[in-house]
Structures are given as structure tokens and as C-alpha cells.
């Protein structure tokens, strides 16, 4: 699969676009940690937003599927109306269904609405807003930056 180098400036030059497709108010952010925990950060800031609360998932070992994704860290939604999830890429849709079956589970009342800068037209869920098609895999500068090089 080829690789592709994903470098800060044009993360936010996409979050820039993405906060230009997002046509929706929302009173929360989660972002999924870890991949979505920058665009969290990022977009809790841009929107003035201080409910930010990351909620964790495994569904990879590097760059092995996992045969499921588990979810922890919910976060405490009881006051929440409406609420953006965030992750870098909606790659199998796993992750994001799972994520989504257990928050509306948990609060059936609650409006989520989902994005992330890219997505793979094959996933089993498309993210509410998105910015690019991935083609192939994306090597995020968070986690390839600090790494030392030989």
C-alpha cells in the first residue's frame, strides 16, 4: 500500500476547510484518541468549545486490524444536545460505527454528528463532513515527526 506523508501545514489548511463544510452548531466535541485528539484540540479553540472529552478506542496494533474495536473512556454527555465526534480517517468505518453505537446507546437523546479529514469511499459509514478521499496509507506527522531518523 503506498504511503502518504501527511505534514502539519496542510492539516490546517484542511481543518481550515473542513471548519468551512461543518454548516451545523454543536455544544461538544470528541475527538478519538488518538488519531482525532489534534483536530479536537484544534476545533475546540476555533469554535470556543471547552467540552472537549476524548473517548478511546483500539482497533489497530500498528498497522494490524483488530478483529473488533473496543471502546472506553465514555465520556459524561448528560448535559450535551448535540455533539461532533472527530478522527483523523474514517478508513474501515469501524471504529466510528462503534463509537456511535455506544454514545447513542448510552444517550439516545443526544444529536452526533461526525467528521474527519479523510475517508475511504469504502467504509461502512461516511463521516457527516469530510475533506479528502485516502489513497493509501496515511503517515500523520503526529506520529511520524518525533521519530529519529538514521
Given at each position: 500500500m503506498k504511503k502518504i506523508y501527511y505534514a502539519y501545514d496542510e492539516f490546517r489548511e484542511d481543518l481550515k476547510i473542513l471548519t468551512q463544510k461543518i454548516n451545523q452548531t454543536f455544544d461538544t466535541l470528541i475527538p478519538i484518541s488518538r488519531g482525532g485528539l489534534s483536530m479536537g484540540q484544534m476545533l475546540g479553540e476555533y469554535y470556543d468549545i471547552r467540552e472537549v472529552y476524548a473517548i478511546n478506542t483500539i482497533g489497530y496494533n500498528d498497522r494490524e486490524k483488530l478483529d473488533e474495536v473496543r471502546v472506553f473512556h465514555i465520556p459524561d454527555l448528560k448535559e450535551a444536545?448535540?455533539?461532533?465526534?472527530?478522527?483523523?480517517?474514517?478508513?474501515?468505518?469501524?471504529?466510528?460505527?462503534e463509537v456511535l453505537k455506544v454514545l447513542t446507546t448510552k444517550y439516545p437523546k443526544v444529536t452526533f454528528f461526525t467528521a474527519s479529514i479523510f475517508y475511504k469511499p469504502t467504509a461502512t459509514i461516511e463521516p457527516t463532513w469530510w475533506v479528502k478521499e485516502a489513497k493509501g496509507w496515511i503517515e500523520f506527522f503526529w506520529s511520524e515527526d518525533l521519530k529519529e531518523t538514521n
Open positions: 444536545k448535540q455533539v461532533l465526534i472527530v478522527d483523523d480517517i474514517v478508513d474501515s468505518g469501524d471504529t466510528l460505527v
